[in-house]
């Protein structure tokens, strides 16, 4: 079966930096993705890995190794604003998403 | 970035009657756009997916003739939840595939069934 594994909840402290892991088991492989979701509103898309290495954007890096069918989201310099739960899904061989069931990210001052 | 909306973003309806929710790619067309629906504390489930011209390919569990999907053009996909109950009551959203990989989401629908 097809299976993506994340935290479910992590807490870090405003200014520092977190790291949110993802593995997966999936049929065929065409990228991964990670979403932030605030709490009553639909994800929004923070990153896109297709190849292996670190893809930085801004505060917010991800990294895939495919191989090892692993990814992680590198958050720095949390703000409060961070707080949200953080979705990784993969697209399959059929270009379906496989959604984790997420992890809520709780920031403390 | 590519733009996805929905509307309504909330609705509230009584028992027995339908909704309509219409996903639309502002900037880009898409061929195939899929349907989530979201209950609380839980991820994303996929309903169906609908491709442009053909009828939409839902997943195990979702009744096809309760949740009716027509993508009628490149850029408008509807969801209609027909006879809606409480249980029904749930965020739904839509995305859409730009090319083959990217996919955007849209604000999501809150229905509220009464």
């Known amino acids: 079966g097809q299976n993506i594994d994340q935290p479910t909840e992590m807490t870090a402290t405003e200014g520092a930096i977190v790291q949110i892991n993802c593995t997966y088991q999936?049929?065929?492989?065409?990228?991964l993705f990670w979403y932030q979701q605030h709490a009553g509103e639909a994800p929004t898309f923070l990153s896109y890995?297709?190849l292996d290495g670190l893809e930085e954007k801004g505060r917010f890096s991800s990294f895939l190794s495919r191989s090892k069918g692993y990814s992680y989201l590198l958050l720095k310099e949390l703000q409060m604003k961070d707080s949200a739960s953080y979705l990784c899904?993969?697209?399959?061989?059929?270009?379906?998403?496989?959604w984790g069931a997420g992890t809520k990210l709780i920031i403390k001052p | 970035g590519a733009v996805v909306s929905q509307h309504p973003s909330r609705v509230i309806c009584k028992s027995g009657t339908s909704v309509k929710i219409e996903c639309r790619s502002l900037d880009f067309q898409a061929t195939t756009m899929f349907w989530y629906r979201q209950f609380p504390k839980q991820s994303l489930m996929l309903m169906a997916t609908s491709n442009e011209g053909s009828k939409a390919t839902y997943e195990q569990g979702v009744e096809k003739d309760k949740f009716l999907i027509n993508h009628a053009s490149l850029t408008l996909s509807t969801l209609t939840v027909t006879s809606a109950h409480p249980e029904d009551s749930s965020f739904y959203i839509c995305?859409?595939?730009?090319?083959?990989?990217?996919?955007?989401f849209g604000p999501g629908t809150r229905l509220t069934v009464t």
């Open positions: 995305s859409a595939l730009s090319g083959e990989r990217e996919q955007y």
């Open positions: 999936t049929s065929g492989f065409n990228g």
């Open positions: 890995n297709v």
């Open positions: 899904a993969v697209l399959d061989s059929n270009y379906q998403l496989i």
